[in-house]
């Protein structure tokens, strides 16, 4: 504002300049043509729009004016017009430097409002009441009103209308019941189709290569599904649970199978992947990291291929779920390396012709 203010105070100068030279004549006509254009300009704008330079510059210059003289002038604005610009002026000063209190209680310290909405995000069947006496028994002294307040100001509905369970909070809670199978598609040099039947500990992140096919039948399904069943049972496992999809090669035979081992096979939806997440992300993996850079012959090659990779899925790869440890390895206790020693020896193990590598402290 102030530079705007300084431009059109510089460029009102040279335009007065401009006018000492000019006789009384000259001026008179060219007001006289000022005032036409200013009466031709009022006939087509409807309301012009005044920046605070505009405001500052008009209401100085018409402070020198005598009021008879105003009230004959074609202007823009009105005298009081300006007195309420000025008003306006004095009011928003006024209200800069005197700012009044804020009424009321103060607000809750943030801290606290963190909580409140944690503990309504881990506890969809609490209510603001129940909240409130969790709170309590930590010594944190709220009023429930106060809380109600909060979760309404974030959008929280209240507890009946968040007392659901979605699919993913299901699955991390059961976690230790449930398996998950289902088929990867790849393709040899050839281009014969093959298909691989795979199952997964949700849990301990655990993949089992049960076998590769051209020909997935009923029959070869059910085959191979007692294979993860002994396996279980073998290890005392706590699943209760299989997902699979409603691929018609899972028959009532396949299902007899799991429920003599204990077992109850949930279907997922219809295009819903989400529900056999954990089976799809490792089927991608497995396609990132071996199928797509590896040439398959034949299904005895996949099966070799597919081996070798569980057997570094489960015993080396690293899990973020898992805390960075394998599903059947714990991360080894940090060694305390001298100070001399900036770089550890660690050496590199291929697999699979160097497409899959192990690194290890040199003995």
């Given amino acids: ?42 006939r087509q704008v409807d309301k012009p729009a005044f920046t605070p330079g505009d405001r500052f510059l008009l209401a100085g210059l018409l402070h020198h004016l005598p ?15 300006i007195l309420r610009w000025h008003r306006n002026f004095l009011k928003r000063r006024h209200a800069a430097t005197c700012t009044p209190r804020r009424r009321g209680r103060p607000r809750t310290v943030r801290s606290i409002r963190t909580l409140v909405l944690r503990l309504a995000r881990e506890n969809n069947a609490w209510g ?46 059961q976690a230790d019941t449930l398996l998950a199978c289902d088929f990867l598609e790849t393709r040899t040099l050839t281009g014969a189709r093959l298909y691989v039947f795979a199952a997964i500990e949700h849990a301990t992140r655990h993949i089992r290569i049960l076998g590769p096919t051209a020909h997935p039948t009923t029959a070869w399904v059910t085959q191979l599904a ?60 497995c396609r990132r990291e071996l199928l797509d850079r590896t040439l398959i012959w034949n299904q005895h090659h996949l099966l070799h291929a597919l081996r070798e990779f569980a057997t570094f899925y489960n015993g080396h790869r690293p899990h973020r779920t898992l805390k960075q440890t394998a599903p059947l390895r714990l991360l080894p206790e940090p060694i305390n390396v001298p100070a001399h020693i900036r770089h550890p020896e660690v050496r590199r193990r291929d697999q699979l012709g160097g497409t899959l590598h192990e690194y290890r402290h040199a003995a």
């Fill in 226 to 285: 007692r294979n993860p069943v002994t396996d279980l049972e073998d290890v005392s496992s706590g699943a209760k649970f299989l997902i699979r999809d409603r691929d018609s090669k899972f028959t009532a035979a396949f299902d007899a199978v799991l429920i003599d081992a204990g077992l109850a096979a949930i279907k997922c939806g219809i295009r819903v992947p989400r529900m056999n997440s954990i089976t799809e992300r490792w089927t991608q993996t």
């Fill in 128 to 173: 603001y009441r129940r909240i409130h006496g969790e709170l309590a028994t930590l010594s944190i002294k709220v009023a429930a009103s106060t809380v109600w307040e909060i979760l309404k100001e974030h959008g929280i509905a209240p507890s009946p209308q968040r007392q659901y369970t979605t699919w993913a909070d299901f699955m991390r809670s």
């Fill in 67 to 81: 009021m008879d003289k105003l009230r004959r002038l074609h202007l823009l604005v009105r005298p009081d017009t």
């Fill in 1 to 42: 504002m102030l530079l705007r203010l300084a431009y059109l105070t510089m460029t009102n100068t040279f335009s007065l300049i401009r006018l000492l030279p000019m006789s009384d004549r000259d001026k008179e006509i060219e007001i006289l043509m000022l005032r036409h254009q200013l009466t031709v300009l009022q």
